[in-house]
């Protein structure tokens, strides 16, 4: 069967496979072409990082197209990352060097001679974001019939990542309102690497077209997994290790500091990578800087060469694209740290090993970073976990002795190993954000719709289907009082002027909040180091590119910081939202505190820790209450739940704390509360909390009078009804605390 879908290719695919040394096709290319070939459906390719599902996707699609070019664009492939768009336009672009197709990138950085180009002859292959699409959708009304009318294929990259993602859902209104426009929907090809409810994804991927899903079952590459995690105690509560450097550069070990060393375990980790090829992935940008500060310390101080890098999205175009091409040649060892931006299919190389610092957040998160390793061992990937903390003392209260990332760590590897669990889609019931977003960006694009077209146009969008016609109407009615849509003589509505300032600014076709950022650039060169989220004074210090940066100069007008290469100790904190964590890994966390068994990948530091707090647990009796008194008159409330449900937990103690005779409520999300209580046992404000979760019967009850709720881009223009109906229905989870506690 592989010959004769090779044979079904065209020459120039046959060519480009011939060129690279390809001895046969892999099992996901054969029965995705087969799919592609001999159906009418739409087609999910779900298969491990490096499957060589990018080209299972183009070739047949490519094919098609060929054999019959569209007369306007003939595939539509939309990426979440303009790196990624980037890297796979080079790669199809080389395909297509002997075809009459032509690949064009679109995204903000695209000069607009190039996309004038494709506007004046639309056909080939366009690879854009979402927030370009929206752009296009907006500004490009009269045109979109010429660009699509003939489209064939739309590739939507990296699902998982949408699917439980609001631009995700920005995706899926965007191809209905295509769709609605050209008189048809395009076959759609979806690929991920981290899928395990395909029905799920089946059903997100068909969204609005009711055309059924082919979903290749295939074996896929059989990959053994070298895992191993590691916990080190370092010997101050300092995770980064950062060194201390000299005005050139240079490493400074002042005498006031005894611990001059560095800590156990950014030696370790500089061992661990020494002359490899690695990719360190940290959860923040911050970690990843210190991370990177603290190996070249080691390498200065070793007088190793320094090839580390930094990856994130702070980081200017430039230098990110030399770590990329860095690691692409592979002539040379280097260690990259990074937060995301790599976790994605972007072709990186043949990565030796993968190491995280500290914890995923998500099941789907661990199995993308294992998946970037396993291309130049080709049957192996390969991570390494590294854990540290400050040492523990029995002064320490009950919470701060546990060490939650670890153990989270343990359990999501347990979860995909012994049960292949990924977590699933979770449905938004109220998105009144996006339902702005997207009834002001059709308003916009049509000029002037009656209420009731635009109210169809809208609220036929499969993601607002449960959005009722009363709350639609709600909506315009708030949105005309703000001015942002005015309704003219002949009760026609158009955009209006307060709407106007948000839909013509760029930042509108983006779903996710936007943060002000100030372009950093060195003196020397005058080139950009990167972006920061806020805006420093002469003299101040941050960290950026993995060196320590004083600004010199500041441009208030341009929004550029002028910056020197200076010595010191310094943090700072990028701005981002949190990874929600599943309740199903909180769960998993508690089982392993009562297990016995100690895993084959826990090394000598993190099998000493796991047992302590195992000790501790039973001492303590962790499996049989939820509810700790320490010192005094505080207590401790291990909920073991997850991000939607420990935010549900902490609205009814905050909401009902003078019944139940708390105050000074704080948290260490998902995982604990403090709160003090007087003349209180704690064997009776356990029962109260019980009962009182039990004796809630709705959300409603959970909600504030004239509470105000802005949580997604746009709900400051929400009416506070629907704010607060979002909150209920999407952000709190009633049943499942209910659930949870039945357990305590």
């Given amino acids: 069967?592989?010959?004769?879908?090779?044979?079904?290719?065209?020459?120039?695919?046959?060519?480009?496979?011939?060129?690279?040394?390809?001895?046969?096709?892999?099992?996901?290319?054969?029965?995705?072409?087969?799919?592609?070939?001999?159906?009418?459906?739409?087609?999910?390719?779900?298969?491990?990082?490096?499957?060589?599902?990018t080209e299972a996707a183009f070739f047949p699609a490519l094919t098609l197209i060929y054999e019959d070019l569209p007369a306007s664009i003939g595939i539509l492939y939309i990426s979440p990352l303009k790196a990624l768009i980037n890297d796979q336009f080079s790669r199809i672009e080389e395909v297509l060097e002997e075809a009459?197709?032509?690949?064009?990138?679109?995204?903000?950085?695209?000069?607009?001679?190039?996309?004038?180009?494709l506007l004046e002859n639309p056909n080939g292959v366009l690879q854009i974001t979402p927030e370009s699409m929206e752009s296009l959708l907006i500004n490009r009304q009269q045109e979109l019939r010429r660009m699509f009318g003939d489209l064939r294929f739309v590739i939507i990259d990296e699902v998982h990542v949408f699917m439980n993602a609001e631009r995700g859902t920005q995706i899926l209104c965007q191809l209905e309102r295509l769709g609605n426009i050209i008189g048809y929907h395009p076959r759609r090809i979806g690929l991920s690497a981290t899928l395990s409810d395909y029905s799920s994804a089946e059903k997100w991927l068909s969204s609005g077209t009711n055309i059924p899903v082919n979903t290749p079952k295939v074996q896929g590459l059989i990959k053994r997994i070298r895992l191993a995690v590691e916990n080190f105690i370092d010997p101050n509560p300092n995770p980064a290790g950062i060194m201390q450097y000299g005005e050139s550069g240079e490493l400074v070990v002042p005498a006031s500091e005894p611990s001059s060393e560095p800590f156990p375990s950014n030696m370790y980790l500089f061992d661990q990578t020494l002359n490899r090829q690695c990719l360190v992935f940290t959860n923040t940008r911050e970690r990843a800087e210190s991370t990177i500060n603290a190996l070249r310390a080691i390498a200065d101080q070793k007088r190793y060469p320094n090839r580390y890098y930094v990856h994130h999205g702070s980081i200017s175009a430039s230098l990110r694209e030399e770590a990329e091409s860095i690691m692409k040649t592979g002539d040379i060892p280097s260690v990259t740290a990074c937060s995301v931006t790599l976790e994605l299919g972007i072709d990186i190389g043949s990565l030796e090993r993968i190491i995280q610092i500290g914890s995923p957040r998500t099941v789907s998160s661990f199995l993308q970073r294992l998946g970037r390793s396993g291309r130049k061992e080709k049957d192996v990937s390969e991570i390494l976990f590294i854990h540290s903390e400050d040492e523990p003392s029995d002064n320490k209260p009950l919470p701060y002795l546990i060490p939650w990332e670890l153990i989270q760590s343990v359990a999501i590897i347990n979860?995909?190993?012994?049960?292949?669990?990924?977590?699933?889609?979770?449905?938004?019931?109220?998105?009144?954000?996006?339902?702005?977003?997207?009834?002001?960006?059709?308003?916009?694009?049509?000029?002037?719709?009656?209420?009731q077209s635009l109210a169809q146009r809208v609220?036929?969008?499969?993601?607002?289907?449960?959005?009722?016609?009363?709350?639609?109407?709600?909506?315009?009615?708030?949105?005309?009082?703000?001015?942002?849509i005015e309704q003219i003589e002949d009760g026609g509505l158009i955009v209006g002027l307060d709407g106007e300032r948000v839909v013509r600014n760029y930042r509108f076709y983006a779903v996710f909040p936007d943060v002000v950022e100030w372009t950093v650039k060195n003196t020397e060169e005058f080139d950009e180091i990167g972006k920061v989220g806020q805006l420093f004074l002469p003299s101040d210090r941050f960290p950026l590119a993995g060196y320590t940066w004083e600004v010199k100069e500041i441009y208030p007008d341009q929004k550029v910081i002028i910056v020197a290469k200076v010595g010191g100790r310094t943090r700072y904190f990028w701005p981002g939202g949190i990874v929600p964590v599943h309740t199903k890994v909180l769960q998993k966390m508690?089982?392993?505190?009562?297990?016995?068994?100690?895993?084959?990948?826990?090394?000598?530091g993190a099998v000493e820790r796991i047992q302590q707090i195992r000790t501790l647990a039973r001492e303590v009796e962790m499996d049989k209450r939820a509810l700790f008194q320490l010192a005094g008159h505080k207590f401790v409330l291990l909920p073991w739940a997850g991000s939607i449900s420990f935010r549900t937990i902490r609205r009814i103690l905050e909401l009902h704390s003078e019944e139940l005779g708390i105050r000074s409520i704080s948290e260490q999300s998902?995982?604990?509360?403090?709160?003090?209580?007087?003349?209180?046992?704690?064997?009776?404000?356990?029962?109260?909390?019980?009962?009182?979760?039990?004796?809630?019967?709705?959300?409603?009850?959970?909600?504030?009078?004239?509470?105000?709720?802005?949580?997604?881009?746009?709900?400051?223009?929400?009416?506070?009804?629907?704010?607060?109906?979002?909150?209920?229905?999407?952000?709190?989870?009633?049943?499942?605390?209910?659930?949870?506690?039945?357990?305590?």
């Fill in 415 to 451: 979860l995909y190993l012994e049960e292949r669990w990924i977590e699933p889609i979770r449905e938004l019931k109220s998105p009144f954000s996006l339902l702005y977003h997207q009834t002001m960006s059709s308003l916009a694009s049509a000029g002037e719709l009656s209420p």
């Fill in 1 to 53: 069967m592989s010959d004769a879908i090779f044979n079904r290719f065209p020459a120039f695919i046959q060519e480009w496979i011939y060129s690279h040394g390809w001895e046969e096709l892999r099992e996901i290319q054969v029965a995705s072409a087969e799919a592609i070939f001999n159906t009418k459906a739409h087609v999910l390719l779900a298969t491990g990082t490096a499957s060589g599902k």
């Fill in 590 to 604: 508690r089982e392993i505190l009562f297990e016995e068994k100690i895993y084959p990948f826990l090394q000598p």
């Fill in 459 to 484: 609220l036929s969008l499969t993601p607002f289907k449960y959005v009722s016609q009363e709350d639609y109407r709600t909506l315009i009615r708030h949105l005309i009082e703000l001015n942002h």
């Fill in 670 to 744: 998902p995982y604990f509360f403090l709160f003090e209580a007087e003349n209180q046992s704690r064997e009776n404000l356990e029962l109260e909390i019980k009962s009182l979760c039990n004796r809630i019967e709705s959300p409603t009850e959970l909600i504030k009078e004239d509470e105000i709720f802005v949580w997604r881009k746009f709900d400051q223009y929400i009416p506070t009804d629907l704010q607060q109906q979002t909150l209920m229905e999407d952000y709190l989870d009633l049943e499942e605390v209910k659930a949870i506690i039945k357990a305590w």
């Fill in 100 to 117: 009459e197709i032509s690949a064009w990138p679109w995204h903000g950085d695209i000069p607009r001679n190039l996309k004038r180009k």
